[in-house]
């Protein structure tokens, strides 16, 4: 029997012995087995969800017997004493690696997982979640020491084991297998993508895909009222999840506002009290980002204003009033002005030149403003003087609308002086 196949049973066999069912862990179970604290053959680990998914066990154990295989018949290695069995390694450096990457320190990694090898319960990870994408691994070194410190462990619990592979080695191929399982890579392809670095040739790239999302719907659209919209995140490429942000005070979101392929994200519009107006919100993710718009209309309302002559017609509108004697009065008069609440207060403004420019204001909750002016001498009798009123309508909530003669549905106003009698 080759040594490979020797290899792949004795695996196999441990593998078996480690997952039975019902074992008694105080008596059965080495305190180095990873079965001791039920690792999962695949999911990503024991603690937390993650983002970043870990191979199964067996695929990480079929590495190993590969690199065995490799040193002992194609480098020539000899087998020498290493204290930590292939199963040891493959569990408690996959655990550290699984840690570092999902946001523990050297030390922190290595403190949770040689807790794990005395029995210890798992700790949780030290962050919630990293896209594979951007997921930081351990430098060379730092595996390395990890690897020495199981093995001084294994040592003193008097446990003895051969293999062709070096502790440094062990470390660093299986971490480098690692990489590639959770940068994408299949099993097949991150062990020839490790084991051809092991022949010198350079790291080949991992099998990451860039990730983008697509939103649905592309704008939101909402009424000056505001409310609750959802939104819909397709992934179309990569793996990776997404966090929203906007750049509007008035646009929030109710939680989770992270996610992944086909995540809802709900966001709340705030009610409108001025102008049209828009916000971006930011889909971010490693490697890039998406944007979708909030569009917000202004308050509705339907504010008009009429011009009334007294002395032709007390309630007809027109849009001339004209001058006859020395105290000619004027009128307007608010005809609607339906805002969101009830208007509190009318702001009329009058401007027009006449005998130098004049401007007469009127603040206060009567909709009807009314002014005088004064017919002209002879010589000045007859002329059309424009008049600009504005109109600015405020409710009980603090909105506003306001309108100009002359402007939108407005039509132009104006007096017509004539002589004094």
């Known amino acids: 029997m080759t040594l490979r196949k020797i290899l792949v049973v004795s695996a196999a066999a441990l593998i078996a012995a480690g997952c039975s069912k019902g ?20 999911g990503g680990g024991v603690s937390h969800r993650t983002v970043v998914g870990f191979p199964a066990r067996t695929d990480t154990l079929d590495f190993r017997v ?7 018949n194609q480098l020539r290695r000899p087998a020498s004493q290493v204290y930590v069995d292939m199963d040891g390694e493959v569990a408690w450096i996959q655990e550290y690696v699984r840690y570092r990457v999902n946001g523990c320190d050297h030390d922190t990694a290595t403190q949770y997982a040689l807790a794990q090898v005395d029995g210890g319960v798992a700790a949780p990870v030290c962050a919630i979640r990293f896209f594979p994408e951007s997921a930081i691994y351990p430098p060379r070194n730092e595996t390395v020491d990890f690897r020495h410190q199981l093995g001084n462990k294994y040592q003193a619990m008097g446990r003895s084991a051969q293999s062709s592979v070096d502790p440094d080695g062990a470390a660093i191929w299986i971490a480098e297998y690692l990489r590639y399982r959770t940068s994408g890579c299949d099993h097949t392809t991150a062990v020839q993508n490790t084991l051809t670095q092991v022949d010198g040739n350079p790291a080949p790239a991992t099998c990451v895909t860039q990730c983008a999302y697509y939103i649905s719907p592309a704008t939101v659209s909402a009424t000056p009222v505001g409310g609750t919209f959802t939104v819909t995140l397709m992934r179309t490429s990569g793996s990776c999840e997404w966090i929203a942000t906007s750049d ?14 086909r995540s809802p994200l709900t966001l709340v519009v705030a009610p409108n009290t001025g102008d049209p107006r828009s916000a971006t919100v930011r889909i971010s993710y490693a490697g890039g980002a998406s944007f979708f718009e909030v569009k917000q209309a202004a308050i509705t309302h339907n504010l008009v204003f009429a011009l009334v002559d007294p ?9 001339e009033c004209l001058i006859r004697t020395t105290s000619t009065i004027c009128t307007l008069q608010a005809l609607t002005a339906a805002l969101p609440s009830p208007v509190a207060s009318y702001d009329w403004k009058v401007e027009y030149t006449y005998n130098g420019t004049k401007v007469k204001t009127q603040v206060g909750p009567l909709p009807t403003y009314s002014f005088t002016e004064s017919c002209a001498g002879s010589a000045s009798g007859g002329s059309i003087v424009p008049l600009v009123v504005t109109l600015k309508a405020t409710d009980t909530a603090g909105r506003s609308a306001t309108i100009v003669s002359g402007q939108g549905a407005q039509p132009a106003l104006q007096l017509k002086t004539s002589p004094c009698p």
């Open 66 to 72: 590969q690199l065995e295989s490799k040193y002992a």
């Open 23 to 42: 074992m008694d862990r105080s008596t059965s179970v080495m305190p180095t087995s990873p079965s001791a604290i039920t690792l999962p053959e695949s």
């Open 248 to 261: 509007a005070a008035w646009v929030t979101f109710t939680p989770p506002i992270t996610g992944g392929d």
């Open 311 to 319: 002395a032709t017609s007390a309630t007809n509108p027109t849009t």
